[in-house]
């Protein structure tokens, strides 16, 4: 099979850790006989560099005639690069944003499980681990507080910033009924996370949600309050399936799930747009304290390959010998310095990356 995926290495450990995650789809192509023609398309700091804009047209275009794009990540370190010293809308971060709305990608789906080889990693107690867990995040990106209007003043010397956290009907009931329809093919059960005692937009995000699940009687729902869910996450994370919320709380939340799976290195994302194009990218960022350095985890960009061949390519099979590859790798012990504990073998970014395509079959 032919297919054309579009390659954003991006900033910092990006281009590090997509290179890592090409290695294993060129394996997989090796062995299970398909072709996978790659463009490379500048995002974030790379793209301002070359273009003065941290998104092109190019980029939009090129990307949305692909089959599929992988990312690495974007971004640099707020204090020391020049990128911030541009006005907000022309920053690294603007280009993702910029991207995601550009191709309609409003469904973002971050899986967080606990591989059992990695509980060591994991910083809660066994008792609190218990038989694991196994759970979803289904994030909505395309609206609420990242894409609101957003303005500075200042008045007799006092400045004022505001942003605008708002949602529309259409826009919560197509992100609920994705987390539903996942939701059939797990554990029947998804928790809808907001915080309805005190915005009009999570209220109406509440009855919205209601409406959905009318259509879903074998699922349940329950509603649970985001202060709740984050403390929740580190005190059961085995109560939760899908995992169903809007834009920022749903980064906050995913950043604390990946900690509890062990490293936000191992955290894979999907995002989506209505006809299942994807956009597939770790849910962490471009890591500046570690780029260069060779030790950056590839596993989460590994995992959001698998991603890609799974939803966007069909390629079942090939996905399952991909995660199953992960699996066996950290079985035979080997970790990067974020998972690494006593008695483990200890590996950079690139022997990982060779390790689990040494893997595929
Ligand atoms: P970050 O996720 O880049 O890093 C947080 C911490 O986790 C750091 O200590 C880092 O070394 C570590 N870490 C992250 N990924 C790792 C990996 N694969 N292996 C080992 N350790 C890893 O978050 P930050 O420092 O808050 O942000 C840095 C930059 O990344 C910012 O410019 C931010 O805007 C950007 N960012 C981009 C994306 C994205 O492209 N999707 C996501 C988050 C943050
Ligand atoms: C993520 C990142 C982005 C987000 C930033 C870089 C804009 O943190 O993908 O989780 O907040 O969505
Ligand atoms: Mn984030």
């Known amino acids: 099979m032919k297919r054309k995926i579009a390659l954003i290495p991006g900033d910092g450990i990006g281009p590090e850790i997509v290179k890592e995650a090409k290695k294993v789809l060129d394996k997989v192509c090796e062995v299970y006989g398909h072709e996978f023609v790659y463009e490379e398309l500048l995002l974030g700091g790379a793209s301002i560099d070359a273009h003065g804009v941290p998104l092109t047209q190019e980029t939009i275009e090129k990307a949305k005639s692909s089959d599929a794009v992988l990312m ?6 707020a204090k020391t690069s020049s990128w911030y010293q541009l006005e907000p809308s022309k920053r690294p971060e603007a280009g993702l944003l910029g991207i995601r709305k550009a191709l309609n990608l409003f469904a973002n789906l971050r899986p967080a499980y606990l591989y059992e080889e990695l509980k060591a990693a994991c910083p809660l107690k066994e008792e609190v681990i ?7 995040i289904v994030r909505e990106l395309t609206g609420g507080l990242y894409f609101g209007e957003r303005r500075t003043t200042e008045e007799n010397g006092i400045r004022t910033a505001v942003d605008t956290l708002s949602y529309n009907e259409e826009e919560i009931r197509r992100i609920a009924i ?11 059960k998804v928790t809808s996370v907001d915080k309805a005692n005190v915005l009009d937009s999570s209220r109406l995000w509440r009855s919205v949600v209601e409406e959905v699940a009318a259509d879903y009687p074998d699922i349940i729902l329950e509603h649970m309050l985001v202060d709740n869910c984050a403390m929740q996450l580190v005190h059961n994370p085995g109560q939760f399936d899908v995992i169903l919320t809007e834009n920022m709380f749903g980064d906050i939340l995913s950043d604390e799930a990946s900690m ?10 999907a995002s989506l747009n209505e006809t299942g194009f994807g956009l597939y990218e770790p849910s962490h960022g471009s890591a500046p304290d570690i780029a260069g350095k060779g030790i950056a985890n590839p596993i989460a960009t590994i995992l959001s390959a ?9 390629l079942d099979k ?3 010998a991909v995660e199953k590859a992960v699996a066996e790798v950290l079985k035979e012990g080997f970790r990067t310095p974020d998972i690494f504990s006593d008695g483990m073998k200890k590996a ?6 060779t390790l689990i395509a040494e893997k595929i079959r």
């Open 72 to 77: 690495g990540s974007i971004g640099g370190d």
């Open 130 to 136: 218990g038989d694991g867990f196994d759970l979803i």
């Open 178 to 188: 994705q987390a539903f329809e996942i939701a059939k093919k797990r554990r029947k």
């Open 260 to 269: 509890v799976t062990g490293s936000i290195g191992m955290l894979s994302s």
């Open 306 to 314: 698998a991603m890609l061949l799974r939803f966007s390519l069909d």
């Open 318 to 320: 090939e996905a399952d």
């Open 348 to 353: 950079g970014t690139e022997e990982m990356g």
